[in-house]
């Protein structure tokens, strides 16, 4: 029993969140993860707030699971031998690196898949080949601001802003992740690789506009962009009388329990509120009904209430709230470990099930170069010429 991926190698160039969270979703699958870091290592490393060592933040020990850590100079000829050879036995080589930075390493799929034709190659950009972004530079809120991201905001509130995580970063990862898997099932009938490209931006926009192109998805326009609904300003956690909660009352079984639990049931008439399309038309006025009603009462009371009669609703979260969730300690989220560099920590666990198995080793997050030898071992180097390596300074280790 281990994980769907088991037996699949992941020859890792990336760096940050975007790459990160992709590689980190096979690794917890099982595929084996060899994490190709510079001289200085991931930028996550040391850019998030949060450590108790250099180079090992609370971020990059959260992204970087069961992965092992190579440290090699791309700069240098005998760097990039060492990268063709990982790549050699590879299943998969994933990057954020631009493409014209790639080709100039030789990094690109045309070369590699000289090397290996089986090799999924998946390039994972801020804006895809063949527009005029193609080139520039981007980290996550340069993909809000531009694929309407922050326009919600101003939509819902008067003013632009960035959803307070890297959400564009998160959202890519995981469906490179998941064109990765496209790519292999599609191997193994085919017995061929491919390159794949996952552009940041078109995703985002995807993401977006397959929420909120609404009726301008008809030619021409039967209304404005947007669903008003969730671009209200009052779609979010709700006072009650000595807190916030949240409810979904959106079928009009739901709705009309609502109306019923807060004395209300003739509102089910209500031709504003009668139908879901009413509901959805009249959002701003429903959302105030919700909001007067919900402060007469505590949350318990409201959950006790609304949690009897089958309505979606859930007490507000703090980030602290959060970590000591109930039904997430029922699933032990929430890992606590003893890393051998950075003592007793927490993570998150895998969300994920298959009855199939699950990976059943799990690693920590490496040291920078942590497991150089011994990948390059196995990559077929002797003893001596990975000594080479290091002494040149093509491979870095930790000292023992």
Request: aromatic share 6%.
């Amino acid at each position: 029993m281990s994980g769907p991926l088991a037996g699949i190698r992941v020859v890792d160039l990336t760096s940050v969140v975007v790459g990160p969270i992709c590689t980190r979703t096979l690794a917890d699958q099982g595929a084996e993860v060899v994490k190709v870091e510079p001289p200085g290592g991931d930028l996550l490393r040391n850019l998030a707030q949060g450590s108790r060592n250099p180079g090992m933040s609370g971020k990059f020990i959260q992204f970087n699971r069961n992965k092992r850590s190579i440290c090699l100079d791309l700069k240098r000829p005998e760097g990039i031998a060492a990268m063709q050879r990982l790549v050699e036995g590879a299943d998969v080589f994933v990057s954020n690196i631009r493409p014209s930075a790639l080709a100039r390493l030789g990094l690109d799929h045309q070369a590699l898949s000289g090397v290996n034709p089986r090799l999924i190659h998946c390039s994972i950009l801020a804006f895809g080949s063949g527009g005029r972004y193609a080139e520039r530079p981007a980290y996550d809120p340069i993909i809000q601001s531009l694929s309407g991201v922050a326009a919600t905001f101003e939509r819902a509130t008067g003013e632009p802003r960035f959803v307070p995580m890297v959400m564009t970063d998160h959202i890519t990862g995981i469906i490179a992740a998941q064109c990765i898997g496209f790519a292999l099932y599609r191997r193994e009938r085919t017995g061929v690789g491919e390159a794949v490209e996952v552009p940041m931006f078109e995703n985002m926009a995807s993401f977006v506009m397959s929420e909120h192109m609404s009726a301008a998805t008809f030619d021409p326009p039967v209304g404005p962009t947007g669903d008003n609904r969730i671009l209200s300003p009052e779609y979010r956690p709700m006072a009650t009388k000595d807190g916030h909660i949240t409810v979904g009352p959106n079928t009009n079984a739901q709705a009309f329990g609502f109306f019923e639990a807060i004395g209300r049931p003739e509102l089910r008439d209500d031709p504003r509120f009668c139908s879901a399309t009413a509901r959805t038309t009249n959002a701003a006025a429903y959302f105030r009904l919700r909001m007067e009603a919900l402060r007469e009462r505590t949350t318990a009371e409201w959950l006790d209430i609304l949690g009897g009669r089958d309505i979606p609703c859930a007490r507000y979260n703090t980030l602290e709230d959060l970590m000591e969730d109930p039904h997430l300690a029922d699933r032990g989220f929430f890992r606590e470990e003893d890393h051998p560099s950075e003592g007793r920590l927490r993570r998150t666990a895998v969300p994920n099930h298959f009855s199939g198995g699950m990976r059943e080793e799990e690693l920590y997050a490496p040291r920078l170069g942590e497991h150089t030898r011994e990948v390059l071992r196995q990559a077929g180097y002797q003893d001596a010429e990975v000594d080479r390596l290091i002494e040149t300074g093509a491979a870095q280790a930790p000292a023992s």
